[in-house]
Each structure stands twice: as C-alpha cells, then as structure tokens.
C-alpha cells in the first residue's frame, strides 16, 4: 500500500495551545486536520475564532471542520439541519477546504438531510468527509454506495460498531471489505484508537485503495499535538 495520508483530530482548546497544536499537525506532516470543540463529547462543531486561528497555522489545503451542532445521537431535526447548513457556509467563509459531518434515522442515513448538507458544501467548494456516524449504520456496504452517490468525498470508519470501544485493529476484516468496495471512487478514512504501532499491525491486514489514517490521543504528549509522534505515524503509513 503507498504512504497514506495523516489526518490529526485537534480538540480546540485556549487560543494559544489551539495555535500550538495545529503547527504542530503541519509540522509533523499532516495532510489534513480535523477541527473539533469538546471532544469529551466526540467533538462539536468549532467556533469561527477557532477556524481562524487554525487557518493561520495550518496552512495547507487539509482544514476540516466538524459540523456538529450538539452531543449525542446523529438524528438532527430540522431546525439542527439549518443550523448545520449555517455551519457550513461559516466554515466556508473562514478558509475551511472540507467539512466533516453525518446525519442519520435509527440505523440508517437521513437521505434527505444529507443532500441538503452534501449540495451547501459542493456549492461552497469544500469537500466532505462522512464521520464515524458509519459504525452506526445496520448496512455499511449499501451506505458506502449511497453516500458516493450523494457526492462524499471520504468516509471515516473504524470497522467497529459505534459505541463498541474497539479499535481499527478489531474492525480490519470490516475495513478491507469496505476499501475493496470503494476502490478508487472514495476515501476511506481509518479511525478508532491509531497510533503507529497500531498501524504497522493494521495495514497488512488491509488491500490496497484510497486510504488515509485518523489519529486523535495517540499522537499527544502531555494532552499537546507531538509533532513527532504525528511523523512516526506517517512514517508507519509508508512502510
């Protein structure tokens, strides 16, 4: 498998550990950052200052915002459906390249919703990434064929059913048969507890496709981004 790209979720925090973290993400070689507020609640949609402060220090086209506008389960109402629309078109504004975003209904994707979220950020220009809302879902394979039909850009999964506090490493059997379903039509994202030693066990495991790789806990030092614990996953990712 060629060398995947890193992605680094950031929890924001005060204006000047928020601004550490996300040089520290560049620095280390991140493709992309997931921006996130109160990630104790799996992460919620930044605030414009947030967005500004990660745009000036990370300067290339990898910021991802959540779109999240509460904790909890991913059934939106329609008044939480505008608001996320509003998010978006923030996150457009503050020189987001993506935004990163699920909804659903029990078990299965919220349709309607979801080409509402996917059109406001094609017309923006941002690409998408469905979140780990997909472990959630009773059907994996037939999602994955709707979300590219909705135009997804790159879908984030564990290969673990949501909830279940199992790793990526668990789901590698789950993982493989969606990469092989996706092939080149979409990003797979892999998330759930990866850090480089999980990695260099994952990847074996999986064949080759569009991938790239999550990381949020494993690559901090003292609750701070490590700028070389995020190389260390990258150079785990081209082994």
Known sequence: MPELPVEICIDCGDADSLAADCAAAAA??????????DMAQQGLTPHSADLRIA??????????????PRAGDFFYSAAEIDTMLEQIALAAEHGADGVVFGALRGDKLDTTALARLFGAARARGLRTMFHRAFDALDDGA??????IGLGADRIMSSGMPWGSGGTALDGAATLARLIDQAGQRVEIVLGGGIGAHLLRRLLPQ?????????AYSAVLTHRRVDAAKVRELGQAGAA
Do not use: K, S, Y
């Open 55 to 68: 745009r000036q220090h990370f300067p290339r086209a990898g910021l991802f915002p959540m779109i999240r």
């Open 142 to 147: 037939a999602a994955l064929e709707t979300l």
């Open 206 to 214: 999986l064949p080759p496709g569009r991938v790239a790789v999550h």
């Open 28 to 37: 280390g070689g991140a493709a992309t950052i997931e921006l996130c507020r």
